[in-house]
């Protein structure tokens, strides 16, 4: 009960009043409300996203230790030892790449509770949303809100081409990633994982949104194509393609 009315008081209530004063902003379009939420949150959280980025190549800096670390030492305990000594001595944090992912759930969590409230038609759905408004007259004058949006009801499920857009997103935003970090995939069970993640997050969460509102599915899809973004311009990841590409061109050609 405790957690309940502090998730409500600190997260979802004001939550679903920014949303509603975004719409308001956005010409009264939730849909553009949405995808400015999204770029606002991403903007946020891009000094984490940043530090993020830097552990990432940190790992892969010193995966050529991890490697000889696997291969030098047999028994689990002295190899967990000797890892956790080079990631010491590196400054490196394993865990410091889950960062953006672990504050992206309470947000999804939210912002679903927050479209199915906002996106209500029935007399019972609006008396539920006007008790969680804030006295603000601007805010309160903008319900009912509009639930068209590129073709789409943001009010009812996903579709199928929303559900492409979202799997097609974040499966290239997990490819850069791991390509990018290939090298710290020190086991070829760890390897093969990786691969498995790669496919399986996209399409699970692809599932979802053609069960779910589509305007968290428009979410999920602008949030990863934010991210790729924001990824190529700190660490731009076409060039390193094509440098990988023409060496695999040269190494053939001798």
């Known amino acids: 009960m405790l957690i309940g009315a502090l998730w409500q008081t600190f997260l979802e209530t004001p939550l679903i009043n920014f949303i509603i004063l975004l719409a308001r ?14 770029v606002i949150t991403r903007a946020a959280t891009f000094p984490l996203a940043l530090r993020t980025l830097r552990s990432m190549k940190k790992m892969q800096d010193i995966s050529p230790l991890l490697q000889d670390v696997q291969k030098k030492y047999s028994d689990p305990r002295r190899r967990s030892e000797e890892t956790m000594r080079i990631y010491k001595e590196n400054g490196v944090n394993p865990l410091g790449c889950l960062g953006p992912q672990l504050i992206q759930i309470p947000i999804f969590i939210a912002l679903y509770a927050t479209i199915r409230l906002t996106m209500g038609n029935t007399p019972e759905a609006m008396l539920a949303l006007s008790s969680r408004l804030y006295d603000i007259e601007y805010i309160k004058h903008a319900i009912p809100l509009s639930t068209s949006f ?14 492409v857009a979202v799997f097609c997103a974040m499966w290239l935003q997990q490819r850069i990633s791991m390509s990018r970090n290939q090298a710290t995939a020190s086991t070829d069970q760890q390897a093969q994982m990786n691969s498995m993640m790669l496919w399986t997050m996209p399409l699970m969460i692809s599932y979802f949104t053609r069960f779910a509102p589509a305007g968290l599915g428009m979410y999920w899809a602008a949030t990863n194509i934010i991210g790729i973004v924001m990824a190529d311009i700190t660490n731009p990841f076409y060039p390193n393609v094509l440098d990988q590409f023409t060496q695999r061109l040269q190494s053939q050609g001798k």
Do not use: C, R, V
Not at 25 to 38: E, K, N, P, R
Not at 150 to 163: A, C, H, R, V
């Open 25 to 38: 902003l956005s010409f009264d379009s939730y849909g553009l409300a949405i995808l400015l939420f999204t």
């Open 150 to 163: 590129l073709g789409m009801d943001l009010s009812e499920n996903g579709t199928l081409p929303l559900g």
